[in-house]
């Protein structure tokens, strides 16, 4: 019954929706921290997700061209959702201590507040992004399922 | 994909670091020694921009950076004060060569600027969520 | 096509019907209704505009050069496409109950 969303790019949407939210905890955790001595910038490992996407991006098209129907089984299901599969390592949504590009001052603290709201800014754009577009798809599952729109 | 952030928020930062540089120079204006305790007069600070080199193609924009560096040209104020405990042997005491209105008219600019760039990244994330009407 | 009856009252076969004139809007009974030809077509445009929505909203998660108006506008498209299918498939299949039930 869940191999119905393997077609669409729901799962994607759901995993990339999954970390900006993990990611906006990270960094409201920042700016909070602006004035602690001694804190180091937190954030989550934002390549290693972007390799684990387009790996699984990659994955899901090589299945297609195989020929393997896209509604067939949950190959996609393992890479992409459900079970969480080997290309997705929970590691990748978890904070770790993160790079700043600014410099680290008298206390200890390499804050850099206009880092922080831009990310924060680029991360909740790119959250609403993809849950419109997985909205967008939910609608016309419905409107196929209920042979109604 | 949301390049124009990264751009403007390149522009927040050396701004501001500009006008931490301002606020050094005016906290200095009389400073005559040294971390170190030996009379030597504060050099003002200045920070020079320079367009960011774009990473992946060459016309795509990559935003500005910065560079902080030290006036050493111009020469210090000497005023003759020979009771001042850093006077040299002539009783000239060498204060640092700040211009305060100079200061105040950059930190009016750089202020300017922050406020523009400001606007320029909610005009970003306007257009973003507006082009989400598209699904609606 | 009525059988025509000649003269000694006897039923002759139909006749051989016209061949068809070129043109689009002829129908010849050896070639398929053209509307399920319509209808295929429609379905694989469907399957075609999903195919590229999908793509372009992986390219534009994975970085490539995919601005986000052409993502949603693909995706718009797609379920657009895809609801005026559902609206097509109601009505035939109203039409065809409507047929079915028409008393002979």
């Given at each position: 019954m869940s191999s119905m969303f393997d077609g669409t790019t729901i799962p994607l949407l759901e995993k990339i929706a999954l970390f900006a939210d993990r990611r906006h905890d990270a960094l409201t955790a920042n700016v909070a921290n602006i004035d602690t001595p001694n804190y180091k910038r937190r954030d989550l490992p934002i390549e290693a997700f972007q390799k684990a996407l387009r790996e699984a991006i990659a994955d899901g098209r090589s299945r297609a061209?195989?020929?393997?129907?896209?509604?067939?089984g949950d190959w996609a299901g393992q890479s992409l959702g459900g079970k969480s599969g080997p290309m997705f390592p929970a590691q990748v949504f978890q904070a770790i201590e993160a790079k700043s590009p600014s410099l680290t001052f008298q206390d200890n603290n390499n804050r850099s507040i206009e880092h922080e709201m831009?990310?924060?800014?680029?991360?909740?754009?790119?959250?609403?992004?993809?849950?419109?577009?997985?909205?967008?798809q939910f609608g016309m599952l419905q409107a196929a399922i209920r042979e109604q729109v | 994909m949301l390049s124009a952030l990264d751009v403007s928020a390149s522009a927040l930062i050396a701004q501001r670091q500009r006008m931490n540089a301002i606020a050094d120079n005016l906290a200095n204006l009389n400073t005559t020694r040294d971390a170190d305790g030996k009379p030597s007069p504060f050099q003002r600070r200045f920070v020079t921009f320079a367009a960011a080199e774009s990473g992946n193609s060459t016309d795509a924009p990559a935003g500005v950076t910065y560079q902080v560096a030290v006036d050493t040209s111009t020469p210090p104020r000497r005023v003759f004060e020979p009771g001042h405990p850093d006077a040299d042997k002539d009783g000239y005491v060498s204060y640092p060569n700040i211009d305060m209105m100079t200061e105040f008219v950059n930190a009016v600019e750089a202020s300017r600027a922050y406020q523009a760039n400001l606007v320029a990244i909610d005009i970003t994330k306007q257009g973003f969520t507006q082009s989400l009407k598209i699904l609606a | 096509m009525p059988s025509s009856?000649?003269?000694?009252?006897?039923?002759t076969p139909p006749l051989a019907p016209p061949s068809a004139p070129a043109g689009p809007a002829s129908i010849s009974a050896t070639d398929p209704p053209l509307f399920g030809k319509m209808l295929l077509q429609s379905l694989n445009q469907v399957n075609g505009l999903e195919q590229s929505a999908q793509a372009a909203v992986e390219k534009s998660f994975a970085g490539d050069d995919v601005t986000q108006v052409e993502a949603l506008t693909s995706m718009k498209k797609?379920?657009?496409a895809l609801r005026l299918m559902v609206q097509i498939r109601n009505k035939v299949m109203d039409a065809y109950n409507e047929i079915k039930q028409m008393q002979m």
């Open positions: 061209d195989q020929g393997v129907s896209a509604m067939n831009l990310e924060m800014t680029k991360n909740s754009l790119m959250q609403s992004f993809a849950i419109q577009l997985m909205s967008t | - | 009856i000649n003269g000694l009252g006897m039923p797609a379920d657009l």
